[in-house]
């Protein structure tokens, strides 16, 4: 379907290092273009301030672009965090340790246990997503090879309690615990998902290889699925205890509060009309950069390299919020 020439640029433009792009050579020479090579750009965060304008198939990336590869890793991280806050929340455990191996510092996981959940559909609803993280890490590692960074240090306790008070779920002094119940459990997965659909939506435009689409628009589905289940799950809370309304409302301002000065997050509505599909004028979803991903992230709205639930930063070259 492809040819080895066109094969071969992609590859060349993809890799991170020199020692990435033999090994992705060598898989294209035994596979072919499979799963590992079209998913060397699967771009979830390659965005700019900048309006993109789309490049033809192995078009070479812009003087000063990042590596397909670097925008992987940079995604790893995310997935990562993911992961380990499912599984803990579902298993009690987080990743197997051959899972969290890689270039730069392997940092520990601190909080993260089992929820006690009561309702069938909900625990099944992170049953499925859990896995889904899990797939996502072994998924992008498998891509990066070598050139697959390490888990960083994640923080699954205190960084919630920061978010909760900024946001004004919490008072001052107070602890938040997303483990202790459903409900909680809910508005911590809320603060991650609709950021990983925004960050993948950003991504589109700047695939240089079309090749690579098919991935990235699979990963974006897959977040964008994820995120619908803890809107319409939240939602259906709300139906019982309306103040939920209110409360995930709250997160989306702090959100909003850290990424800029862009009113685009958007709460699930209120008793009376439901905004299930976070979109704009046209009903597209919208963007974020790998700098606003990182300020909400490390919880700061100003341009540093760790914080919230990185306290160490994330491994990689993209490291740095807006």
Do not use: C, W
């Not at 991170?16 to 596979?31: H, K, N, P, S």
């Not at 909900?122 to 993280?133: F, L, P």
């Not at 974006?220 to 619908?228: N, T």
């Amino acid at each position: 379907m492809f040819d080895d020439k066109f094969i071969t640029h992609a590859i060349a433009r993809s890799g991170e290092t020199a020692l990435d792009r033999r090994r992705l050579l060598t898989m294209a020479g035994i596979a072919g273009v499979g799963a590992a090579t079209l998913l060397v750009a699967a771009d979830p965060a390659a965005a700019t301030t900048a309006t993109p304008t789309p490049a033809p198939s192995g078009t070479p990336a812009p003087p000063g672009a990042p590596s397909d590869a670097s925008i992987l890793n940079f995604a790893l991280n995310l997935e990562y965090l993911e992961a380990e806050f499912y599984l803990r929340s579902v298993t009690g455990e987080g990743l197997p340790r051959d899972m969290t191996t890689g270039k730069g510092t392997r940092g520990p996981v601190s909080g993260g246990r089992q929820v006690p959940f009561k309702t069938p559909i909900i625990r099944k609803y992170a049953q499925e997503i859990a896995a889904d993280e899990k797939n996502h890490v072994a998924f992008l590692r498998s891509a990066l090879g070598a050139a697959a960074v390490s888990r960083p240090a994640i923080s699954l306790d205190a960084s919630f309690t920061a978010a909760a008070t900024a946001a004004g779920l919490i008072k001052p002094g107070q602890k938040f615990d997303p483990y202790a119940n459903e409900l909680n459990f809910l508005f911590a997965a809320f603060i991650f998902e609709d950021v990983g659909v925004t960050a993948y939506k950003g991504a589109a435009p700047f695939i240089r290889n079309k090749t690579y689409l098919d991935a990235a628009a699979g990963l974006l589905a897959v977040e964008a699925y994820h995120a619908g289940i803890i809107r319409t799950t939240l939602y259906a809370e709300g139906v019982v205890a309306p103040a939920v309304y209110t409360d995930v409302q709250k997160i989306s301002d702090a959100r909003d509060s850290l990424d800029g000065p862009t009113d685009d997050d958007q709460g699930i509505g209120t008793a009376a009309v439901a905004n299930l599909v976070p979109t704009d004028a046209n009903s597209l979803a919208y963007s974020r950069t790998t700098g606003q991903v990182l300020n909400i992230v490390y919880l700061n709205p100003h341009d540093v390299r760790s914080g919230g639930f990185f306290p160490a930063g994330v491994n990689g070259s993209i490291n740095t919020s807006a």
